[in-house]
């Protein structure tokens, strides 16, 4: 029989309730490991991916008529080198910059390094943005290359995520 006294329910009323602690306690003790796992796992997940992600799309500059962004690769190193650098020489240049990039990140240890030289990949990655405006985007909205050079927003972010922990250091080193 349950009674109701001064400081709640007794006997089978505090089993229950008990039980219902024990449940609240498990789902707080499944968060808390959630927690630890993407603490330590996220990021690490993100900065493999971006440098995967910068691999291939790398790589696919080192063969000629493999990247749908070749003449804009081409072009916008000729804007930003006044006319020094294009044609094959601004892909090859690109896919080193963006698979060193890339495997830096992807090893982890080398990963400020990775930053660093995404950073400069993301100078010509975003220039066409302010050159080419008009191969981006029409009335009718972004083009398919517009798109393509809009989603490096989410990379960059990306970048910024990795280099909030990459600046940290690792835990006890400070």
């Known amino acids: 029989m349950t009674t109701i006294s001064a400081h709640g329910l007794s006997q089978a009323g505090t089993r229950r309730s008990a039980g219902h602690r024990s449940l609240a ?21 993100l900065r493999v991916a971006l440098g995967a992600v910068f691999v291939v799309f790398g790589a696919l500059k080192f ?20 006319g020094l650098v294009g044609g094959q020489l601004a892909l090859v240049l690109t896919a080193v910059i963006e698979t060193t990039a890339g495997l830096l990140l992807i090893s982890g240890r080398f990963a400020r390094l990775g930053l660093v030289v995404l950073a400069i990949a993301f100078v010509g990655i975003l220039s066409p943005i302010v050159f080419f405006t008009d191969e981006l985007v029409t009335a009718a909205g972004p083009t398919l290359l517009g798109q393509y050079v809009a989603k490096n927003v ?12 990459a600046l940290r250091g690792r835990a006890g080193s400070r």
């Open 63 to 82: 063969i000629p008529g493999a990247s749908p962004l070749e003449p804009l690769v081409e072009a916008t190193w000729g804007v930003l080198t006044f």
């Open 25 to 45: 306690t498990r789902l707080a003790d499944a968060e808390g490991a959630l927690k630890a796992f993407l603490e330590r796992w996220s990021i690490p997940a």
């Open 154 to 165: 989410v990379l960059i972010a990306a970048a910024l995520v990795i280099a909030s922990r």
